[in-house]
């Protein structure tokens, strides 16, 4: 009985989504834990500090690996078989050593601010913050490998489990330390993540035996222009924050849009991780996935992974514009009851970020084909097209309405990178899918305005 090469596709995708889900899910439990039990256990003063260090190693370690797993994604699962582990770890190598040196330039002005102000940063709490984002990058950058070759559970798992390690070491440490001891915390839950990451990439440590192979063409490239494309991303998603505190006024509104820009961006990188576990799977080559009856059919090849990519897409999208729907009206409600009534007036900046959550699914297909295409060129204009459109909109919009400015200019800015994406690369978000996205976010929009 023969298997259509949809279903083959769809059927290859169904291990690597689950496992994306699922760690999406266990990582959410943590972070509610580290919501909740944290600031409890620490208090506001030590919780505004611990909050800092914590923010310096996540956002200095995203800065560090950004496009470095559509990297080993795109290009290590295309080559042969026996030659995989050697090119992750040759594309793992040479991306060390170039965040080696970035890391380094950090460590030296650390010091040099330890040296000037102790009292603001205190030596030991900044070498911990410096040990935590050395780890943090390396684990990133191993399992950054692994993925590439095709083994997504430990990619998923990295953050769940580290984020258990730090409330636990939290609990423990700053009971015993204070403030030190919750910053040591991050370091711990370094280690582990660290840990985790060496286990799992042990194929990369006997890489060496296999032959050298030759860096594939283009890749170097691939990698630079995937990881300016994710330096716009992040501005355009989080830029908003800093533009509410620079001209914004209210110290509040700045809190609203860091709490709106947060909990969608935390949807919307859920959505990223599933497009982006499936990534290896659809760039596989055919030669040690399919047998020689499906290869006698033919494989849908490039056309059949991007097919493959939209029908994730539209299913996503029907699984986040329904809860957007059902959240849009319920947020002078839920709001309040949820982070408390000092954040009821937030609602309004919610009402932009759900909808941005809707367009996450057609952004993150627009990525994945590009990869597929091997066109980071056009990662890098959709990418583009959409900071332009936020810095337009933030300008305009956060002075008159604050952090609903910021998330509207977000959202505005995500809508940008879809018009740039069916423009560049034809075809590959597909008629459906361009016209329910926008409308969808449009509807989002409406039901939280007027109801």
């Known amino acids: 009985m023969s298997v259509s090469p949809a279903a083959t596709n769809d059927g290859r995708l169904r291990a690597p989504v689950r496992a994306g889900l699922l760690g999406k899910a266990a990582e959410a439990v943590t972070l509610l834990l580290l919501a909740v039990v944290v600031p409890r256990t620490l208090g506001p003063a030590d919780y505004g500090r611990f909050s800092v260090a914590l923010t310096v190693v996540a956002v200095g370690s995203v800065a560090m690996t950004l496009g470095g797993a559509t990297l080993l994604a795109r290009y290590v699962p295309a080559a042969a078989a026996p030659e995989r582990p050697a090119l992750a770890r040759a594309l793992t190598l040479r991306l060390a050593r170039h965040r080696a040196w970035a890391w380094a330039a950090l460590a030296v002005v650390a010091a040099a601010l330890a040296v000037a102000d102790p009292a603001t940063f205190p030596p030991l709490v900044t070498a911990f913050v410096l040990l935590a984002l050395a780890l943090n990058v ?33 609990i423990v440490l700053h009971d015993a330390a204070g403030s030190t001891g919750a910053a040591g915390a991050i370091l711990v839950a370094a280690v582990v993540g660290a840990g985790l990451a060496a286990v799992a990439s042990r194929p990369l440590l006997t890489a060496r035996r296999h032959p050298v192979v030759a860096w594939p063409e283009g890749a170097p490239r691939f990698g630079l222009l995937q990881a300016g494309s994710g330096v716009l991303v992040q501005l355009t998603q989080r830029g908003g924050i800093v533009v509410v505190a620079v001209v914004g006024g209210a110290g509040a509104q700045t809190g609203f849009a860091a709490l709106a820009l947060g909990v969608a961006l935390a949807a919307t990188y859920a959505v990223v991780q599933v497009f982006t576990v499936s990534l290896p799977t659809l760039a596989r080559r055919d030669d040690d996935t399919l047998d020689a009856a499906e290869e006698a059919e033919g494989a849908e090849g ?24 059902v959240a849009a009206p319920l947020l002078d409600v839920v709001t309040p009851a949820v982070f408390g009534a000092g954040f009821a007036a937030a609602s309004a900046a919610f ?50 309405w604050g952090a609903a400015g910021a998330t509207s200019a977000a959202l505005l800015g995500a809508a940008g990178s879809v018009a740039v994406a ?29 109801t």
Do not use: I, K
């Not at 329910?436 to 007027?450: E, F, K, M, Q, T």
């Open 138 to 170: 390396a684990a990133t950058l191993a399992l950054q490998a692994d993925l590439g070759l095709g083994r997504t559970g430990p990619w998923c798992a990295r953050y769940p489990v580290q984020n258990a390690a730090l409330v636990v070491a939290v």
């Open 422 to 450: 069916l423009r560049v690369l034809p075809g590959a978000v597909g008629t459906r899918l361009a016209v329910a996205s926008p409308a969808g976010a449009a509807a989002v929009v409406a039901l939280g305005v007027l």
């Open 351 to 400: 009402v932009p970020a759900l909808a941005l959550v809707v367009l996450a699914p057609v952004n993150a297909l627009a990525v994945q084909a590009a990869a597929l295409r091997l066109r980071p060129r056009a990662t890098l204009q959709t990418a583009l097209g959409g900071f332009v459109v936020f810095g337009a909109a933030a300008a305009l919009a956060v002075p008159a």
């Open 302 to 325: 490039a056309e059949g992974a991007e097919a493959a990519l939209r029908r994730l897409a539209g299913r996503l999208l029907v699984v986040v514009l329904a809860g957007a729907a």
